[in-house]
């Protein structure tokens, strides 16, 4: 799926799933954790149960993972108003 390696640095998985034809995947671990990322110096903590959509280079609807982070993507317009 070209995605980073080590992005979801989960432990003790008790079960894992693909679905090839939705792109659903799954992971369950025993308990929920938190790893911090040291290149960026952030926490992220994981669920007991992580989803997500993946398909080629992106994840969607991703649940189970929490980072304190807020990223929004605003577009900006220069010139004048039309």
């Not at 079960?15 to 992971?27: A, N, P, Q, R, S």
């Not at 952030?42 to 609807?61: F, H, L, M, S």
Request: hydrophobic content about 35%; proline content about 6%; charged content about 30%.
């Amino acid at each position: 799926m070209n995605l980073p390696n080590g992005l979801l640095p989960l432990k003790d998985i008790e079960e894992c799933g693909y679905v090839k034809d939705t792109g659903f995947v799954w992971l369950k671990q025993k308990k929920k954790c938190e790893h911090k990322f040291e290149k960026i110096g952030k926490p992220v903590q994981y669920a007991t149960e992580v989803t997500a959509y993946v398909e080629p280079n992106r994840i969607k609807k991703l649940t189970g993972v929490k980072a304190k982070e807020l990223l929004l993507h605003i577009t900006c317009i220069w010139g004048d108003p039309v």
